[in-house]
């Protein structure tokens, strides 16, 4: 049986962390040399989202740390600590952290992934002029006229660029397709439509 098929049969088909049946992912928990199913879980787009630090924690999604912190799965236990962690400016998460019990061997695994520090500082996203997050796929719109290096285009106010992609690791760019040709455009000039 396949890694996967045996964690989705494990886990009922639904996250191991917040119990949703919305689309799942399998996670291999960082870090570790091999997958298997002590240092692998199934988890919905929105746990995996926040985990990876795509999406702003939602504190609220997060209780549901109460009940995952006591399961029996390696890789369970050491994603409801390291999350625990992050929230700890939360009385109910430092009250779990307290009952929270890890060996030494899972614990030294639990710190070892590094930016464990709580979520004081904001998550990077890609954001539009209006402070609105965007997305890979997004329509967008210029709020200003923008003269395009290297190339006889003008991009004019208003213009409307369809199917954005996000440009990894630079949360000031993007990249969209102005009259059939591929450029890079400063966020700080484009507002989400819709």
């Not at 329509?139 to 003008?154: N, R």
């Amino acid at each position: 049986m396949r890694l996967e098929e045996h964690l989705l049969k494990r886990s009922e088909n639904k996250c191991e962390l917040c119990q949703s049946s919305e689309p799942l992912h399998l996670y291999e928990v960082p870090p570790q040399s091999s997958s298997n199913e002590d240092n692998c879980m199934m988890i919905c787009t929105t746990c995996l989202n926040q985990i990876e630090r795509k999406e702003e924690l939602d504190s609220k999604h997060w209780n549901c740390l109460s009940g995952s912190m006591w399961s029996d799965v390696p890789a369970v236990q050491v994603v409801s600590w390291r999350m625990l962690n992050r929230l700890s400016n939360e009385s109910w998460a430092m009250d779990n952290m307290d009952m929270m019990y890890l060996d030494e061997e899972r614990l030294a695994w639990a710190k070892a992934a590094g930016g464990l520090d709580n979520d004081t500082d904001p998550i990077e996203l890609h954001r539009d002029s209006i402070g609105g997050v965007l997305q890979n796929g997004d329509t967008i719109v210029l709020t200003k006229t923008l003269d395009v290096k290297g190339a006889q285009l003008s991009a004019k106010l208003g213009t409307v660029v369809k199917n954005i992609r996000l440009v990894e690791n630079n949360t000031d760019q993007i990249e969209g397709k102005i009259e059939g040709q591929v450029i890079v455009i400063l966020t700080k000039y484009v507002r989400k439509q819709g």
